[in-house]
């Protein structure tokens, strides 16, 4: 898996495909695997891009404005469309 960091357009680059609003959480590693911890911006949540889970279960309020759209997987076929779609 590739991650590339745009630290001036606050962008994460996952494997040349999916572009997120976000950074490098620094000083965290996913417990499953090793990797880094990706902060997404659009969701409020951190996330493990290899194991493609997120680190929290959504908050359960569905007025809430992040986790009510959140899909069930961070890497999911919507990310493709962030970067064209910004709120």
């Known amino acids: 898996m590739k991650i590339r960091v745009n ?3 606050r962008q994460v680059i996952v494997d040349d ?3 997120i609003g976000g950074a490098i959480v620094p000083n965290k590693n996913c417990v499953k695997c090793g990797t880094a911890i990706i902060y997404y911006d ?3 949540h951190e996330f493990c891009a290899y194991c493609n889970t997120w680190l929290k ?3 359960g309020d569905v007025t809430c404005i992040y986790c009510s759209s959140r899909p069930s997987k961070p ?3 919507r990310t493709l469309f962030d970067k064209e779609n910004k709120d």
């Open 7 to 9: 630290k001036k357009e």
């Open 17 to 19: 495909f999916f572009q």
């Open 42 to 44: 659009k969701y409020d």
């Open 57 to 59: 279960a959504p908050c």
């Open 75 to 77: 890497l999911d076929v």
